[in-house]
């Protein structure tokens, strides 16, 4: 019989898990795609039951094999958010699960809060403005627009809290969750914020709050039966798979900083106080007495997508091209802004934009200045994090696109910061295995997982050029903003 620990994250577009030893080697590894429904322009929502438990149950079946193969000392589940799931007293989910910020529908919610508490008492307390993130506006809007489904509300869950009460029927929240539930979380006490989380939650009871990495409870015999999960097995609180994915990678300590390269880019800097800026989101850190200034760009692996299918070239051959076109693009520079920009800009409506587009150019120069963009992005959420007061001293590159070396070199050359890359990139599901090593004792607190299989290291020369190339993008925005938001408003007619 293996000895193993059990790590499942709930992703937008699939769920993964992994099984490890206490040392951190792989045994398994499963992934089960899954569909995102958009029934309406602004909704984004997943059916909590048919998917994000049924997800749970068919990897951990996957991975654990025949029964008794493999002894679990420990499971843990991270998931997609912040995101918001009503249910009944029972647990039973009264609608689909509202997604994080890519669903934006509370948008008169957000204004209307903001108004009513005050946007620089809603920063300081909760660290962050009100943006699409925010699970406050939600309630709301689901006070005003449906009814019924709020009066029979009776518990809110995310997907790590919702598996985490489908495995062991205890009701708790991490506190890393919580903070990113504004305006609803004091990031200074360190607890539901008092008045304003018990009027947005109306008839539902908070949840009690823990930290990610401690036992929150035990496998229970239904749950087993339907997961292949040996009862009585200790289960400790996941977390936002962001942060879980930091965990995995041994983004930990203050001056430590995660870049993940996916669909869209995410920074995460762990911070040994709140930094509250308005043009990021600070948050509850993964462990005790340590918090978190992360931004998050709406468009990166997905311009880079974009090229590719417009070119009809694929990736490997696009990407040695562009390795080819010296830094600038030849003259050419692009706005990453194809699905409007989160941080540090906040401008839903801003649109990517190609500049100094002559006849002589061709693919390779413009694929090689859609990567460069998604750099001059990353630095622009950098800076920023820089100067609010974080120390950036150590980055660590994950995410599927760390695995190109051309991308993560254009972006240590325009950040002019060097990359460590991990040995193992598995992502949130890893993270999830150490900490319920941590929370049962399998892992010493000690123990790092994340081992640095290579650096990448900035070219003086090359980030010299990108610097003053990178003044040019920040006025690009600038000057054509009022441009770019009448195309917007246009577009929008035309759905």
Known sequence: MVAALLGIDIGTSSTKGVLCDPGGQVLATAVRPHVTSMPRPGWVEHDASTMWWADVCAVSRELLGRPGAVQVLGACISGIGPCLLVTDEAGTPLRPAILYGVDTRAGAEILELTSRYGADAILARGGSPLTSQAIGPKLLWLERHEPAVWAASRRMFMASSYALWRLTGEYVLDHHSASQCDPMYDLTAGQW??????????????????????????VTAQASAAT????????????????????????????????????????????????????????AGAFPGTWSLAGGMASSGSVVAWGSELTGVGYPELLAEAAAVPPGADGLLVLPYFAGERTPIFDAQARGTIFGLTLRHG??????????????????NLETMADAGARLDRAVAVGGGAASKVWLQI??????????????TIGAAYGDAYLAG???????????????????????????????????YLSAYTDTAATSHALAASQEHQR
Do not use: K
């Open 193 to 218: 914020a008092s008045g304003w989380a018990s009027s947005l939650a109306g008839p539902i009871a908070l949840p009690p709050l823990t930290w990610p990495g401690s036992v929150a409870g035990y």
């Open 228 to 283: 292949g999960i040996p009862a009585g097995t200790p289960v400790a609180a996941g977390t936002i798979d962001a942060w879980s994915e930091a965990v995995s990678a041994g983004v930990r300590n203050p001056g430590e900083f995660m870049i993940m390269y996916g669909t869209t880019m995410f920074f995460i800097a762990t911070a040994g106080r709140p930094l509250a800026d308005r043009r990021l989101w600070c948050t």
């Open 363 to 380: 693919r390779a120069q413009l694929f090689r200045a859609l990567l460069e963009a998604t750099a001059y992005g990353a630095r622009h």
């Open 411 to 424: 972006v240590s050359d325009v950040t002019g910061r060097a990359q460590e890359v991990p040995a193992v």
């Open 438 to 472: 941590l929370a049962t004792g399998a892992t010493g607190a000690g123990t790092g997982w994340a081992r640095t299989e290579d650096v990448i290291a900035p070219d003086p020369a090359a980030t010299a050029r990108y610097t003053e190339l990178f003044g040019l």
